[in-house]
C-alpha cells in the first residue's frame, strides 16, 4: 500500500482511507435509497447532517432496520471509554444517540468501559477510571437525553446484569479466533482478552429488537463475533453505522485522540482562550504560503481541518456551510477568516455545552438509578 | 516416566504418583511438626482423620497460616463445579471446612463455579449449572457449618463482587503465562480462558487474613497466579493445603469422577441397593483369587479400594482402621467381609447425610443471603 493506515479498537494511525476500510472491515457503503427511506421516516422530516455529507458513510444491516423503524424495532447501544477527559471528537457518537430518541423516542444504552480502559492502560487503575466515568457521563448527560429512556452505566457496577451473555459469546469464540479478529499477541494480557465480550453483551438487552451502535468504523470488530453468533443465542445480529474519525487539529484524515498531545484535540473543558489559540497556532489549514497567492488560487477546504471541523460537527446549515466552501475555495475568504467562523462556533458550542452540563446534573441519578429503564436495568 | 499420569485442574487420567505431583507443582509435603503445631490449637485437641491419615498431604505456606493460628487470622475459601450430581468424593473439601470451623471458628466461602463448567462443557447451558448449583448446595448445606459464618454463592450472581479483583488478577498476566500455567490452546474457548481470575478473586475477600484453600492438588494452577499477585495488590498470598483425590471404584490411584461411568462412583443420591451392588460388582479388592489363597497369603490393604475408602472416609477411628487393616492383611479378614463393613459404612453415612440435608434446607437461605456473613458480602 502506498498509504499505510492502522485502524483497530485500540490504535489509529496515519491518513485513513475510508473506501479502503469499508473492503478491508466487509462493511457496506451507506447508499442514498436507505437515507432516503430514513428521512421519510424521521418525525422531523430531515436527517442529521452527519448522514446528509456522508460523516456517517457505512453500515451494517442498517437498510434491514430502517425499514421498518420505530421506537419498537430498535434501541441503541454505544459508549465511552473512560480514558480522561472528553475531547469535542468524543460527542459525535452521543450527538448521533440524541438525534435518533428525538426522531424515533427510542432507548438509549450508554456504557462507560472503565474494565477495558484499566485493562489496555498500563498505568491506569480502577478508582480512576471510575473517577472519569463519573466525570464523562456528566459530559455526556449534557447532551440532554430523555431521562426515562436512557441508562448509563458503569460495566463494573453492571457486570452481574451483562456477565452471562459475555459468557455466551466467549464461550464460543475459540483463542484463535479471538486473536484474529482483535489481533491479540502473546504478551497481551487476560483482562483485555476478555474484555470484548463483556463490550459485546448489551448487544442482547431487549429480545426482539434492533440493537443499533453507532460507533467509529475502528470499532467493527467487536460487532463481527456479536453478528456470527446473535441468532444461535436467540437475537438478532447487531446493527452498526459507521461515522468517519474526527481529523486532530494537525491534519484532514487521522482520529483525533487525547492521547496525542494536547495540542491536537479541543477539550470540552478548554477556555475560550485556549480555543482560540489552539485553533490559530496547532489547525492545518487549506491556506496558501501568502495571502497574494490565496486571492489568486483560492484555498483548499477538502485538506483544511478548519473547514473538515464546520462540516463535521459546528455548521449545521448546509447552505451557510456551502457558502463558506465556495467563498474559501475562491480565495476570497482567507484562512483567518474561516479560523475565526470556527473558533466562533467551538467557544459557542462550548459554552452551551457547559452550561447544560450544570443544568443536566440532576439528571443523572435518572440516567443511572431512578429513570424508567435505568431502574429497570438496576432490577435485571 | 515409565507410570504416566495427567493432573491438571480439568483432567485427571492414570495412575497418580503424589510425590511426583509434589514435585511437579513444586508444593511441600505437609510434615509433622506443622501438624503437632496445628493439633496442639485445636480445640477438641486432634487433628482430623485427613491429617492424621496424610490423605492430606501437601501444602503452600500453610506452617506460616498454622503458626498463629486463630479464627482472625485466617478464612477459608473453596467451591464447587456444579457439573451434575456429587458423589462421596465431592466431599472431602467441606468435611475439611467444617473441621476448620468448629476447631477455630472461622469464615467459609464457597463458590459454585457455574460459570465455569458452562465454559469447559461443550453441551452444558447455564440454566442447567444453575439448576446444578443449587441442587449440590444442598448437598454441601447437610454438613451443617454456622450459618453467620458461612456465604455460598453461585458465580454468576455474585460477579459484581469479584469482578473488580478478577480484572486486577488477569491485568497482571500475560497470554503466554496463562498458556504456560493452564495449558489454553488456540482451540479453547475465550470464557474457559478468563475463568481462572474469576476462581482467584475471593482469595481476596479478607484483607488482613490468611485465605486457606483446601482441594485437591489438581486445582493448584491458580494459586501460582494468585500468589505471584497478591502482595503487589495488598494482599496475602493464599495458603493451600491439597487433599490426595479419592479413588474410582475401579483401582486405587485414580480420581473419583463424575464423567466416568456411573458404575466408578458413589453417588449422595445412591440407594442402599446402589451402593451394595456398586461395592460387590464394581469395587476393586486387594483379596486374591481364591479364598484358600486368600487365607494363606492375605489381602493386599495398598491396592484395595475398599480398604482406600474406608482410610480415606469412613472409617474416623484410628484403632477400628488398624484392626481392618490387620485383619484384611492376614487373610483372616475375606474380601466379601471387608465390603459389608463398608457397605454399612456408606449406607450410614449416606443415610445421616440425607437427614441432614433436609434438616438444613432452611439454613440455605441463610448462607446465600440472610446469615451475618452471606448479608455482608451481598451488600458488598
Known amino acids: 500500500m502506498d498509504n499505510k493506515f492502522t485502524v483497530t479498537p485500540w ?17 457496506t457503503k451507506l447508499e442514498k435509497d436507505i437515507l432516503t427511506k430514513l428521512e421519510s421516516k424521521t418525525k422531523s ?29 430498535f434501541y441503541i447501544y454505544t459508549g465511552r471509554g473512560p480514558s480522561g477527559k472528553m475531547h469535542i471528537g468524543h460527542l459525535i457518537p452521543f450527538i448521533i444517540c440524541k438525534w435518533f430518541q428525538d426522531e424515533f423516542g427510542c432507548n438509549i444504552y450508554i456504557a462507560l468501559s472503565d474494565d477495558e480502559k484499566f485493562a489496555v492502560k498500563q498505568k491506569l487503575d480502577l478508582n480512576t ?39 455466551e459469546f466467549s464461550k464460543r469464540t475459540t483463542l484463535s479466533t479471538a486473536k484474529a479478529v482483535f489481533g491479540f499477541k502473546n504478551e497481551t494480557n487476560m483482562a483485555h482478552l476478555f474484555y470484548p465480550f463483556v ?45 468517519k474519525l474526527l481529523s486532530t487539529l494537525h491534519g484532514v484524515g487521522g482520529k483525533m485522540s487525547s492521547s496525542d498531545s494536547d495540542n491536537s484535540t479541543i477539550n470540552l473543558d478548554d477556555s475560550f482562550e485556549t480555543v482560540k489559540k489552539k485553533i490559530n497556532k496547532y489547525a492545518f489549514t487549506g491556506g496558501r504560503p501568502t495571502l497574494e497567492e490565496h ?24 447552505s451557510k456551510l456551502k457558502n463558506i466552501y465556495d467563498e474559501y475555495k475562491s480565495g476570497r475568504m482567507t484562512s483567518g477568516e474561516i479560523k475565526n467562523i470556527l473558533i466562533l462556533k467551538i467557544n459557542n458550542y462550548l459554552k452551551k455545552h457547559n452550561e447544560n452540563k450544570i443544568k443536566n446534573k440532576p439528571l443523572i441519578e435518572k440516567y443511572m438509578h431512578t429513570g424508567k429503564l435505568a431502574k429497570k436495568m438496576q432490577e435485571m
Open 11 to 27: 490504535e489509529t494511525n496515519g491518513k485513513i482511507d475510508y473506501e479502503k476500510l469499508i473492503k478491508k472491515f466487509g462493511t
Open 45 to 73: 422530516g430531515k436527517n442529521h447532517f452527519f448522514f446528509r455529507r456522508n460523516f456517517i458513510y457505512s453500515h451494517r444491516d442498517f437498510d434491514k432496520m430502517v425499514e421498518g423503524i420505530d421506537k419498537n424495532n
Open 129 to 167: 477510571a471510575r473517577k472519569y466515568s463519573l466525570e464523562n457521563i456528566e459530559e455526556i448527560a449534557a447532551l440532554g437525553f430523555d431521562p426515562d429512556k436512557t441508562f448509563m452505566f458503569i460495566e463494573t457496577d453492571f457486570i452481574k446484569q451483562i456477565y452471562k451473555q459475555a459468557l
Open 199 to 243: 463490550q459485546m453483551a448489551p448487544t442482547t438487552l431487549e429480545k426482539n429488537k434492533f440493537c443499533l451502535i453507532p460507533a467509529g468504523i475502528d470499532q467493527d470488530p467487536y460487532w463481527r463475533i456479536q453478528r456470527d453468533n446473535a441468532e444461535k443465542l436467540g437475537f438478532k445480529k447487531v446493527i452498526a453505522i459507521h461515522n
Open 295 to 318: 486571492r489568486a488560487l483560492g484555498g483548499i477546504p477538502e485538506i483544511c481541518v478548519i473547514y473538515h471541523y464546520l462540516e463535521s460537527l459546528f455548521e449545521e446549515d448546509d
